[in-house]
Every structure is written in structure tokens, then in C-alpha cells.
């Protein structure tokens, strides 16, 4: 199973970037989908969560300028992120808590990372 995401980039304050986490590999179902993200010197924190139902949940620094969504169809979770603020830079991670197989339990799986720069 892998996570691809992509979408990252530099992009300077009150602007707009789209995140896209596509899953891949052998995949029976996906949990919940999530992005976390990590800035330098800090602890790698919840950005949003939601669950394969779409149901959605956000942490309190993103709520009204962030939103999760997924495709199923695609196996892909999605983050658009408006009005973005330099506090916003950092590292972001999607995370996908899925079942491989029907014979296996569900694990977390991570994908590789993608830089957000808020500068101007």
C-alpha cells in the first residue's frame, strides 16, 4: 500500500492551495482519512480528519479556512486550504487507516509528505 500526496508549494498570505493523497496497492477498504502536518521544531498535530461516511472533523487553528473531502471511488482524500497564514508552513502528512485485505486488521498508513509555504 502506498500514499502519494502532492499539491504543496509556496504561495503567500490569504491565498489558496489544494493537497491530494491518492492511496494505491492492495487496498479491501480505508478507515477514516486524515492530514496531519508537522512544522520545524514542533510536534507533527491533526489537521482534519474524515471518515469513509464524510463525516469530518477539524482542528481548531484550520476551522473555517480548511476542508477535507475524499473520493472513494479514488481512494483519494483531498485538503483545500484558503486564507493561508505563514503560522500555516509547514510539512503536511496524509494518513489513511485501512484494511489491505478481508483477512487483515486495519493499520495506519502515511503518506510521504508535502511542503506548504505561506511567505511573502
Known amino acids: 500500500v502506498q500514499l502519494q500526496a502532492s499539491g504543496g508549494g509556496l504561495v503567500q498570505p490569504g491565498g489558496s492551495l489544494r493537497l491530494s493523497c491518492a492511496a494505491s496497492g492492495s487496498i479491501f477498504v480505508i478507515n477514516a482519512m486524515a492530514w496531519y502536518r508537522q512544522a520545524p521544531g514542533k510536534q507533527r498535530e491533526l489537521v482534519a480528519t474524515i471518515t469513509n461516511g464524510g463525516i469530518t472533523n477539524y482542528a481548531d487553528s484550520v476551522k473555517g479556512r480548511f476542508t477535507i473531502s475524499r473520493d472513494n471511488a479514488k481512494n483519494t482524500v483531498y485538503l483545500q486550504m484558503n486564507s493561508l497564514r505563514p503560522e500555516d508552513t509547514a510539512v503536511y502528512y496524509c494518513?489513511?487507516?485501512?484494511?489491505?485485505?478481508?483477512?487483515?486488521?486495519?493499520?495506519?498508513?502515511w503518506g510521504q509528505g508535502t511542503q506548504v509555504t505561506v511567505s511573502s
Open positions: 494518513n489513511a487507516n485501512l484494511r489491505p485485505t478481508a483477512w487483515t486488521y486495519s493499520s495506519a498508513y
